[in-house]
């Protein structure tokens, strides 16, 4: 199975700054197939971005994906008091779905 | 729209089966893959299994020889089975539904239900 190591494992940044949040496939994943959530305390994963660029339905730009192969990013351009959150990345390439073991966004 | 809802019991003896059901609205289940996805609580996401609404199913390895997962298109509603359970399988179970066309995007989901082994 593909194994997807996040870092860092806690990003302590401030409303307004710029979040970089990485996600290493221990092969390489079709971008088409990798995804991104955010969780937040007591709730389900929400859908951010899929095919590792696409932007999911109501999702602020600021919200961006790239990457490609084995090395993809999430940024928050500038972070917002909502944003802090838990995020995974994901994916559904060759089965069975997995998902990263998550990064943890808090406030400085 | 389209919701979620999980329902079974909260708490499962160890060695017994835990038994979920996914009652779904706001779209037909017969489209799409469904599936069951959970967390231990304070823990990472982890992929149980998925049932296309023709009855095929795809299962995580690790989990493989103690899952079933079913569909009752009839009353747009999918199940989870899992037997010979242990403290470990505690977790928050979520129902989901990926976007059209692919089998792991999900952008439905359960609000979850905890379920807790112990004796």
């Known amino acids: 199975e593909i194994v997807l190591t996040q870092s860092p494992g806690t990003l302590s940044l401030s409303p307004g700054e710029r979040a970089t949040l990485s996600c290493r496939a221990s092969?390489?994943?079709?971008?088409?197939?990798l995804t991104w959530y955010q969780q937040k305390p007591g709730q389900a994963p929400r859908l951010l971005i899929y095919?590792?660029?696409n932007r999911a339905t109501g999702i602020p730009d600021r919200f961006s994906g790239s990457g490609s192969g084995t090395d993809f990013t999430l940024t928050i351009s500038r972070l917002e008091p909502e944003d802090f959150a838990v995020y995974y990345c994901?994916?559904?390439?060759?089965?069975?779905?997995?998902f990263g073991q998550g990064t943890r966004l808090e406030i400085k | 729209q389209v919701q979620l809802q999980e329902s079974g019991p909260g708490l499962v003896k160890p060695s017994e089966t835990l038994s979920l059901t996914c009652t779904v609205s706001g779209t037909s289940i017969s489209t799409y893959y469904w599936s069951w996805i959970r967390q231990p609580p304070g823990k990472g996401l982890e992929w149980i299994g998925y049932i296309y609404y023709s009855g095929s199913t795809n299962y995580n390895p690790s989990l493989k020889s103690r899952v079933t997962i079913s569909v009752d298109t009839s009353k747009n509603q999918f199940s989870l089975n899992l037997t010979s359970v242990t403290a470990a399988d505690t977790a928050v179970y979520y129902c989901?539904?990926?976007?059209?066309?692919?089998?792991?995007?999900?952008?439905?989901w359960g609000q979850g239900t905890l379920v807790t082994v112990s004796s």
């Open positions: 095919g590792a660029s």
């Open positions: 092969q390489s994943v079709s971008s088409s197939y």
């Open positions: 989901a539904r990926p976007r059209g066309g692919s089998s792991g995007q999900f952008d439905y």
């Open positions: 994901q994916q559904y390439g060759p089965s069975p779905i997995t």
